[in-house]
């Protein structure tokens, strides 16, 4: 069964520069999450789409912004990267309506420097 | 506010004994609870989950967990324990207050390690 596609898996940054993640949902899925997940630590909620608006917004710094595109494929933007913004960041995707678990994709794992 | 416990930071386990791992919750109304399972380096799968019906729920790889709502508990079973089950086991619940797209809120995490 086709799963949740993240890319770049893995993606290495200096201080300041910027990052774009991409996300593609399982197909038929309408609603797209994006989580970071720290060292050590659990998966903490960012920003959420459906049908390509925005609908629900978590901790997620000003520096990052988000977008769901017409095939449903989401991407986030971050800029002025910083050390702290070393993570594994996770994309999940479900269909509104359907049975509420979120599938996730295999995160991509930004190192900042 | 919407939350969930896991109260032990890892769980020992000898390969063939049953297991639990635990996850208490705290929600306004009904809650939608989830356990993930994650192997290193790799993305949540999605073991088994619970919004309505019988208190236990049968999922994925043998697992199973049961919902308690006078003691708020979801905990997550398994007869047999593999060594193969070793892993970081995380329990959610769906977060009503956001709508209908309902965000996850993750408990901290509970490491499983299964002894041959």
């Known amino acids: 069964a086709a799963g949740v596609i993240q890319s770049p898996r893995h993606l290495i940054k200096e201080k300041r520069e910027t990052a774009t993640l991409k996300c593609y949902p399982i197909?038929?899925?309408?609603?797209v999450y994006w989580y970071q997940q720290g060292p050590g630590q659990d998966p903490q909620f960012l920003i959420s789409f459906y049908e390509k608006m925005q609908s629900d917004k978590g901790s997620i710094p000003d520096r990052f912004s988000a977008q769901q595109f017409s095939d449903y494929h989401s991407e986030l933007n971050m800029s002025s990267l910083e050390l702290g913004d070393s993570a594994l960041y996770f994309c999940?995707?479900?269909?509104?309506?359907?049975?509420?678990?979120?599938?996730f994709g295999p995160g991509t794992r930004l190192t900042v420097t | 506010a919407q939350s969930v416990a896991q109260p032990e930071d890892q769980v020992n386990v000898a390969e063939g004994n049953p297991l639990t791992v635990k996850c208490t919750y705290s929600v306004s109304g009904n809650p939608y609870l989830f356990w993930y399972v994650q192997y290193p380096n790799r993305g949540l799968q999605f073991l088994l989950k619970?919004?309505?019906?019988?208190?236990l729920v049968k999922g994925s790889y043998g697992f199973e967990a049961e919902f308690n709502k006078s003691q708020t508990s979801f905990h997550l079973k398994k007869p047999s324990a593999l060594v193969s089950d070793s892993a970081l086991y995380f329990c959610a619940v769906r977060d009503i207050r956001s709508g209908n797209t309902g965000k996850l809120i993750f408990g901290q995490g509970t490491t499983l390690q299964v002894k041959p």
């Open positions: 999940a995707s479900t269909r509104l309506g359907g049975s509420f678990e979120q599938y």
């Open positions: 619970y919004i309505t019906g019988d208190n």
């Open positions: 197909p038929r899925h309408d609603t």
